[in-house]
């Protein structure tokens, strides 16, 4: 024994859809075929009398737009007629130009070339007597300065100047040597003591 399978709602709902789809199709084409066949003579009546009206229309429209459209056409025909005036106005004054250029004697040109190649040769002229005087005048030149002599130094201080710190080199600067002192030696004994306390 097989179980049997339940339809959603869904399913049932689209089935009985179906099966009134079916049913109704047959009366909706046999409704529109009737409309058509009843509606058709009212169209074709609705046309026949349209039709002097939209002829009429058309007549006024064109009867109100000629003197529009003539207008338009005579000053497109004005504006050809003046654009072609200038423009033969303008190839006369181009033809005159031509031949006024072709009939003046060409400009000299090469004036301003002249003028450089000439500057040229008098700046490489004066440079050239400038480096020969200038030689003879730098044999001849001396200067009247005269520095002065490094201050004297000490010969301690001569011998020991590259290690010596400033405390050092005061000490050196003296024309007799110090005694040698060192941590175990010191040359004073100073006594940090607070004697008052």
């Not at 169209?43 to 349209?50: F, G, L, M, Q, T």
Request: net charge neutral.
């Amino acid at each position: 024994m097989g179980f049997r399978k339940k339809k959603t709602f869904i399913e049932q709902a689209k089935e009985q859809a179906i099966d009134i789809a079916e049913n109704v199709r047959p009366q909706v084409a046999a409704a529109v075929a009737a409309a058509k066949e009843k509606s058709a003579p009212v169209i074709a009546d609705a046309r026949d009398k349209a039709a002097p009206v939209i002829a009429d229309a058309r007549d006024k429209a064109r009867d109100t737009a000629a003197p529009y459209v003539a207008e338009g056409k005579a000053r497109v025909i004005e504006g050809k007629d003046i654009a072609a005036a200038k423009a033969a106005l303008t190839l006369s004054k181009a033809e005159t130009k031509v031949a006024s250029l072709q009939s003046e004697p060409p400009k000299k040109k090469g004036r301003l070339r002249k003028l450089v190649l000439f500057s040229l040769l008098a700046g490489g002229a004066a440079f050239a007597v400038k480096k020969l005087t200038a030689g003879s005048a730098e044999d001849n030149w001396q200067s009247s300065y005269t520095p002065p002599p490094p201050p004297a130094a000490p010969a301690a201080k001569a011998e020991e100047a590259a290690g010596a710190t400033p405390g050092e080199a005061i000490a050196d600067a003296t024309e007799e040597p110090h005694p040698v002192t060192t941590p175990d030696d010191p040359a004073e004994v100073v006594d940090i003591r607070d004697d008052k306390a």
